[in-house]
């Protein structure tokens, strides 16, 4: 089992920066690929940025490419989003997942507001 907690949300200015954080426990992480992902209010969960589990490949949607940037620290079990350039339409509750075969976890999910 790995118990994963999100952290680092808030309420941001449009253009501003927000730094996300997700710390694993449990199990560590290192066999893990992690992702985040992101639920706008009043839509479905969609995909935000994955990193592989050594972190030598990393994937973004296109909504987000150039802005947000997925990236892992092994030593301290823990995945991090850094986000750039934010805007309105980022507005969502942003959850961490780990995945490997069929075990798959999630955090509870960290609000983070952007206003206009």
């Known amino acids: 089992q790995v118990q994963l907690v999100e952290s680092g949300g808030g309420l941001v200015q449009a253009g501003g920066s927000l730094r996300l954080s997700c710390a694993a426990s449990g199990r560590s992480l290192t066999t893990y690929a992690v992702g985040w992902f992101r639920q706008p209010p009043g839509k479905e969960r969609e995909f935000v940025a994955g990193i592989s589990w050594n972190g030598g490949r990393t994937y973004y949607a296109d909504s987000v490419q150039g802005r947000l940037t997925i990236s892992r620290d092994n030593a301290k079990n823990s995945a991090y989003l850094q986000m750039n350039n934010l805007k309105p339409e980022d507005t969502a509750v942003y959850y961490c997942?780990?995945?490997?075969?069929?075990?798959?976890?999630w955090g509870q999910g960290t609000q983070v507001t952007v206003s206009s």
């Open positions: 997942n780990a995945i490997r075969g069929l075990r798959n976890y």
